[in-house]
């Protein structure tokens, strides 16, 4: 182990330049622009005027979305490594959960155009964008949604729909840093992230974001439903 000059055995990337989980300062910085842009799907499908009217998340998303594209991932990728496929099998089994809760749910075109959208990026650009874009993005959308609208006919405002969909919306930060994505996969995540982010009209402007603001001096519930 590498010491430093007071005899202290250096820090992991202290004489490497890469931290602990083995990503370097840019992949770090790429890493953590996903993370953000999960937080604002999250917030941002609050911020469409008649957001508590449109077709919300319902056991229908999760039938096409979820169980469908979590089944082709996990058949996909057969040698990732074990933690991935872990978490991969796991999210299949949960979505299947989900998508029975409902006998009858109503079909919703939006529903089929993100499960296309995320098929596509999962042929196309591999299991880094599909990460980022369907666990850290598209879910974190559903997640918001639980969160904020608690639609009675929402599966992931039930007990264990809402903490699978935790499951789902976390994990994959550590997956990710667990595979060490080069930087160009990591950009290409990011721009899957900004088309998706399209589809469903967010625009990431003036959302939210993790600071110490305003907001924290205010009385009163009001002023930090932001």
Not at 86 to 99: G, P, S, T, V
Not at 131 to 140: C, F, M, N, Y
Not at 162 to 177: G, K, M, R, S, V
Not at 202 to 213: F, I, M, S
């Amino acid at each position: 182990m590498a010491q430093s000059e007071a005899g202290v055995p250096a820090s992991p990337g202290e004489t490497t330049g890469r931290a602990a989980g083995g990503l370097d300062e840019r992949q770090y910085r790429l890493l953590l622009r996903i993370h953000e842009n999960g937080m604002r799907a999250m917030l941002g499908v609050t911020h469409h005027p008649d957001w508590r009217t449109k077709p919300h998340v319902t056991s229908y998303f999760d039938c096409v979305i979820g169980a469908r594209v979590a089944r082709m991932a996990y058949d996909r990728y057969p040698d990732a490594p074990e933690p991935v496929r872990q978490f991969l099998r796991l999210h299949h089994l949960h979505e299947i959960c989900h998508c029975t809760m409902e006998r009858n749910p109503v079909p919703a075109h939006i529903a089929d155009r993100i499960s296309e959208f995320i098929l596509r990026i999962l042929k196309e650009h591999g299991l880094v964008s599909y990460l980022a874009v369907a666990q850290l993005t598209a879910e974190r959308s559903a997640f918001g949604l639980a969160l904020f609208g608690q639609f009675a006919d929402d599966p992931h405002t039930t007990t264990k729909g809402a903490i699978d969909e935790f499951y789902h919306t976390t994990t994959p930060l550590l997956l990710l840093a667990y595979l060490a994505p080069t930087e160009a996969e990591l950009e290409q995540a990011l721009r899957d992230q900004e088309e998706f982010l399209k589809l469903v009209k967010v625009d990431p402007k003036g959302l939210y974001a993790p600071t110490v603001e305003k907001y924290c001096t205010e009385a009163g519930r009001d002023a930090h439903n932001v």
